[in-house]
């Protein structure tokens, strides 16, 4: 029988958290990048310019991603719960 520790299950969920939040987090920061470039090149310092094609983005990716992300975290619970008695025994 095979023994997982604690440590285990927390760098499973650290690297699954890492995973899921990826695409949203680098789609965000691409976005922002541009925008920024935009503003620069123009000289409009608008702060809503930045607000409101990050909230746009972020908003698509969660929907196209978000299948995905829920699969990727719920197969961890699913892994977590299953594998209990590794942990507890």
Avoid: H, N
């Avoid at 520790?5 to 969920?13: K, Q, Y």
């Amino acid at each position: 029988m095979e023994t997982l520790t604690i440590g285990d299950a927390f760098i499973s969920g650290m690297w699954t958290m890492i995973f899921a939040s990826m695409p949203v987090l680098l789609i965000s920061m691409c976005v922002g990048l541009l925008v920024g470039i935009f503003q620069t090149a123009t000289s409009i310092q608008e702060q809503t310019l930045t607000f409101i094609p990050k909230m746009l983005a972020i908003i698509i990716s969660l929907l196209m991603f978000g299948p995905w992300m829920f699969r990727l975290i719920g197969g961890l619970a699913i892994r977590l719960f299953t594998d209990m008695y590794k942990y507890v025994g």
